[in-house]
């Protein structure tokens, strides 16, 4: 079974913060890159980090550089994302992914695995 579970998502504050987990089984991680994308209500998914899983090199957006950070658990096989300053802007389903495919690192039709998304709502 292979599978990519995220959590942590919930209702926050602007201003407030979160911490994202994306839990993976069933698939190796090692020879790639995890990413994290957000995608709003009738919104394309958008690149927001993503993360080497070998040497824990990591890409930001402009968007969120400064404000999230994403990490990689490798004993956990856990990538996760952690959000300070949210924006209401912020608000959407949150998916992390693993990319198996050409393409750059920011683009979802690079990535072969998903998650099934965590919702993260910004109020305010």
């Known amino acids: 079974q292979v599978q990519l579970v995220e959590s942590g998502g919930g209702l926050v504050q602007a201003g407030g913060s979160l911490r994202l987990s994306c839990a993976a089984s069933?698939?190796?991680?090692?020879?790639?890159?995890m990413g994290w994308f957000r995608q709003a209500p009738r919104k394309e998914r958008e690149f927001l980090a993503g993360?080497?899983?070998?040497?824990?090199?990591?890409w930001y957006s402009y968007s969120v550089k400064c404000r999230f950070t994403i990490s990689r658990d490798i004993a956990k096989n856990t990538v996760y994302l952690q959000m300070n300053s949210l924006k209401p802007e912020g608000r959407g389903v949150y998916y992390c992914?693993?990319?198996?495919?050409?393409?750059?690192?920011?683009?979802?039709?690079?990535?072969?695995?998903w998650g099934q998304g965590t919702q993260v709502t910004v109020s305010s």
């Open positions: 069933g698939l190796t991680l090692s020879s790639y890159v």
């Open positions: 992914g693993r990319r198996d495919k050409g393409g750059t690192i920011g683009t979802p039709a690079a990535y072969g695995y």
């Open positions: 993360i080497t899983w070998s040497g824990g090199s990591t």
